[in-house]
């Protein structure tokens, strides 16, 4: 059974930083995919940010903020989180593919709320 395990969320004011870290723990290895979406309130859930291989991707609105890294000997993802506004707020959640064509898993997700 493959589980999530999120933290690094809170609070902070506009202009601050967060690292999110997802650990991922079970029977996996070498994971295809690793990625983080986000939920704000009323909206909905949508891709912030990813990895796989080599490759990453970042949706326009966090491109130059925000930095996704991951630790293959730990089967962990992080978010490094600068310059945080407002609108960044929301629940975030790892997702992670760990063979490619595969079902994927989630993390319970954390709280991030920029407020000064």
């Known amino acids: 059974q493959v589980q999530l395990l999120e933290s690094g969320g809170g609070l902070v004011q506009p202009g601050g930083s967060l690292r999110l870290s997802c650990a991922a723990s079970?029977?996996?290895?070498?994971?295809?995919?690793m990625r983080w979406y986000r939920q704000a309130p009323g909206k909905q859930r949508g891709l912030v940010a990813g990895?796989?291989?080599?490759?990453?991707f970042y949706v326009d609105s966090v491109k130059g903020r925000f930095t996704i890294s991951r630790d293959n000997a730990k089967n962990t993802v992080y978010l490094q989180m600068n310059s945080l506004k407002p609108e960044d707020t929301a629940v975030y959640y790892c997702?992670?593919?760990?063979?490619?064509?595969?079902?994927?898993?989630w993390g319970q997700g954390t709280q991030v709320t920029v407020s000064s």
């Open positions: 990895i796989a291989g080599g490759s990453t």
């Open positions: 997702n992670i593919v760990p063979t490619l064509g595969m079902r994927d898993y």
């Open positions: 079970g029977n996996i290895f070498n994971i295809y995919a």
